[in-house]
C-alpha cells in the first residue's frame, strides 16, 4: 500500500520503521530537513521537504495515490488539519491523526466524525491503559486484551520454587483444573511455540490465555504471590500519568495514586484536576526525597518521566532498596536486548503500542474481503505476534477439528470466542463462522486467518494441546 507519514518524531519514525518492515510504500514529511534527512537514509524510504499541513506538499508527497496517511507531528491541530486537507486531495484515502491533548479527549468521537477520521492515536493514553491494567493484576508483566476485554494475553515469569516446573502441558489441566492455554514461552534468547510434550522451566517468560476469572488463579498455581496494590508512586506528572489517575478513578480502583514532578505549574495543574491524588513539586531523582516520600515501602513504583535514561536509574535504584513492583517507561527502543537483562519490571514502549494499533489497521485495510486482522500485539519483545481474526465461511477453516487443519510451523490457535464464549481449544473444537479465533505465531506478517494453513499436508498435525 501507498502510505504517507507526516512527522520525523519519535512515533513517526517508528510507525514508518514498522510499516516499511511489512512491505509498503512508505513517504515521509517533515518541515526539518536534517530529521528527513535520517529518516530517509536510515529507512531507505522516500521523503519530502515541507509542511505536511500544506495541500502542495501532500501533493508533492502524491496524495492522490495514496492509500493511508497517518499525521504524527506534535501538534494536534496540525495532525488535523493535515488530514483534512488529505480528505480534499486524496478521495480514497484512509486519514489517522496523532491526538493528545487532554482537552481533546472528551470530543474524540466528534473530531473522529466531522474529520471522517478512520483512527485517532494516543500513545500516552494507551500506555497509560496498559498500565493501569498491570496495577489491577501486579504479578504480570505485560497484558494485552482481547475482543473488547474478553480474553486476555498475560505475560508472566516462572519463579524458581514454582511446582509446575517440569511437568509436560499435555498432563497439566489435571494439575491445575483452570482454562489457562500457554502461547509462547520465552528461554533466554529462544522464543518457543509449546507442543504438548513441553514444560515449564524455572525463569521462563511465558504469555498465557485466560479469562479474567482464571488469571489471579493461576498465577497463584504457579507460585506467584498475589498481593493487591494499594499505594504507587509515580516519579514525571505528563500525560501517561493524568490519564493512569483518571482511569483509575473511573474503574473505582482502590488505590493510592503519589505523583512526584519537578515543574511547579504541572504540579498546580495536577492538583487542581486530580484532588484525590498526592501531588509533590521536587526532584524526582532527589534520593533522600523519594526516600521520604515512601519508595521504600510503596506497593509499586512508575518511572514515567520523558527521559529513558532517568526512568531506567529510578527503577533500579527502586528495585534495589524494595521489592515494589517496577513500571518503566521507555520511548526508544534501541536497546530492548540490553533493557531484557535488567530488574525494570514491566517496560512500557508507548510508541509500540500504537504501532501495533496502526499495523493491525492497515493490514486490515489491505485484506478487506478477506478474514481481517482485528487485533495484533508484538509479543516476546517483537519476536513473536498474538493476532484475532473475524472467520468468514472458509471452506479450508470452518467445520473442521482442530486436530485435522494443517498449521504451518510455530502457529499456535490459543482461543476462540463464540457469542460471547470463551473456547479454550482441543482437537476436537472447530471454528464455526462469525467466530473470533486468537493465533499466537512466530511468522510476522499475517494478513488473514487463511496465512496460518500449510501449503502441503505432509508434516505434522495442527494439534495443540490444551492447559
Known amino acids: 500500500m501507498n502510505i504517507i507519514?507526516?512527522?520525523?518524531?519519535?512515533?513517526?519514525?517508528?510507525l514508518a520503521?514498522?510499516?516499511?518492515?511489512?512491505?509498503?510504500?512508505?513517504?515521509?514529511?517533515?518541515?526539518?530537513?536534517?530529521e528527513l534527512r535520517h529518516?530517509?537514509?536510515?529507512?531507505?524510504?522516500?521523503?519530502?521537504?515541507?509542511?505536511?499541513?500544506?495541500?502542495q506538499t501532500l501533493r508533492e508527497a502524491g496524495i492522490a495515490e495514496a492509500d493511508v496517511l497517518i499525521a504524527a507531528t506534535n501538534q494536534d491541530e496540525v495532525n488535523m488539519l493535515c488530514c483534512l486537507f488529505a480528505k480534499k486531495e486524496g478521495h480514497y484515502c484512509s486519514t489517522i491523526a496523532r491526538i493528545r491533548d487532554p482537552?481533546?479527549?472528551?470530543?474524540?468521537?466528534?473530531?473522529?466524525?466531522?474529520?471522517?477520521?478512520?483512527?485517532?492515536?494516543?500513545?500516552?493514553?494507551?500506555?497509560?491503559?496498559?498500565?493501569e491494567r498491570l496495577l489491577r493484576f501486579p504479578s504480570a508483566i505485560k497484558i494485552d486484551s482481547f475482543s473488547r476485554g474478553r480474553l486476555d494475553l498475560i505475560r508472566a515469569k516462572?519463579?524458581?520454587?514454582?511446582?509446575?516446573v517440569g511437568i509436560p502441558f499435555y498432563k497439566m489441566k489435571k494439575e491445575i483444573g483452570l482454562d489457562v492455554l500457554v502461547c509462547c514461552i520465552e528461554r533466554g534468547e529462544e522464543v518457543l511455540i509449546p507442543k504438548g510434550s513441553d514444560c515449564f522451566m524455572a525463569g521462563d517468560e511465558i504469555s498465557f490465555i485466560a479469562s479474567t476469572k482464571h488469571i489471579t488463579e493461576?498465577?497463584?498455581?504457579?507460585?506467584?504471590?498475589?498481593?493487591?496494590?494499594?499505594?504507587?508512586?509515580?516519579?514525571?506528572?505528563?500525560?501517561?500519568?493524568?490519564?493512569?489517575?483518571?482511569?483509575?478513578?473511573?474503574?473505582?480502583?482502590?488505590?493510592?495514586?503519589?505523583?512526584?514532578?519537578?515543574?511547579?505549574?504541572?504540579?498546580?495543574?495536577?492538583?487542581?484536576?486530580?484532588p484525590d491524588c498526592s501531588i509533590i513539586n521536587g526532584n524526582g531523582i532527589d534520593q533522600e526525597l523519594l526516600k521520604r516520600e515512601g519508595i521504600e515501602t510503596t506497593d509499586a513504583f512508575c518511572s514515567l518521566t520523558g527521559f529513558d535514561e532517568e526512568n531506567i536509574m529510578l527503577s533500579l535504584y527502586a528495585g534495589k532498596l524494595s521489592k515494589t513492583r517496577l513500571i518503566t517507561k521507555v520511548n526508544r527502543i534501541t536497546f530492548e536486548n540490553v533493557i531484557r537483562e535488567m530488574n525494570l519490571g514491566s517496560v512500557i514502549y508507548p510508541k509500540q503500542i500504537i504501532a501495533d494499533s496502526i499495523v493491525r489497521y492497515v493490514r486490515a485495510l489491505e485484506n478487506s474481503k478477506g478474514s481481517n486482522v482485528e487485533t495484533l500485539y508484538k509479543i516476546a519483545d517483537g519476536r513473536a505476534e498474538a493476532l484475532e481474526f473475524r472467520v468468514l465461511n472458509d471452506p479450508n477453516l470452518?467445520?473442521?477439528?482442530?486436530?485435522?487443519?494443517?498449521?504451518?510451523?510455530?502457529?499456535?490457535?490459543?482461543?476462540?470466542?463464540?457469542?460471547h464464549r470463551v473456547i479454550t481449544p482441543n482437537g476436537s473444537d472447530m471454528m464455526k463462522m462469525g467466530d473470533r479465533v486468537i493465533i499466537v505465531t512466530k511468522n510476522t506478517g499475517y494478513n488473514d486467518l487463511r496465512d496460518i494453513l500449510k501449503m502441503n499436508n505432509e508434516e505434522?498435525?495442527?494439534?495443540?494441546y490444551e492447559l
Request: hydrophobic fraction near 40%; glycine fraction near 8%; charge should be negative.
Open 103 to 131: 482537552q481533546y479527549t472528551t470530543e474524540i468521537k466528534y473530531l473522529r466524525d466531522e474529520l471522517n477520521l478512520a483512527m485517532v492515536i494516543n500513545p500516552e493514553m494507551a500506555a497509560a491503559k496498559e498500565i
Open 158 to 164: 516462572v519463579p524458581e520454587e514454582s511446582q509446575l
Open 398 to 419: 470452518i467445520n473442521i477439528p482442530l486436530s485435522d487443519i494443517q498449521l504451518n510451523d510455530g502457529v499456535l490457535i490459543c482461543g476462540i470466542i463464540r457469542n
Open 460 to 464: 505434522e498435525s495442527g494439534i495443540h
Open 39 to 55: 529518516a530517509v537514509d536510515f529507512l531507505d524510504i522516500m521523503g519530502v521537504h515541507g509542511n505536511g499541513a500544506m495541500p
Open 17 to 34: 520503521d514498522q510499516l516499511n518492515k511489512e512491505g509498503h510504500d512508505i513517504t515521509i514529511i517533515d518541515n526539518d530537513e536534517k
Open 5 to 14: 507519514v507526516v512527522g520525523c518524531g519519535k512515533v513517526g519514525l517508528n
Open 218 to 274: 493461576f498465577f497463584l498455581k504457579l507460585g506467584l504471590k498475589y498481593t493487591p496494590i494499594r499505594d504507587c508512586m509515580i516519579v514525571g506528572g505528563g500525560r501517561v500519568s493524568y490519564y493512569i489517575a483518571k482511569y483509575i478513578e473511573e474503574t473505582h480502583l482502590n488505590l493510592k495514586l503519589k505523583i512526584i514532578d519537578s515543574n511547579k505549574e504541572r504540579c498546580d495543574f495536577l492538583a487542581e484536576e486530580l
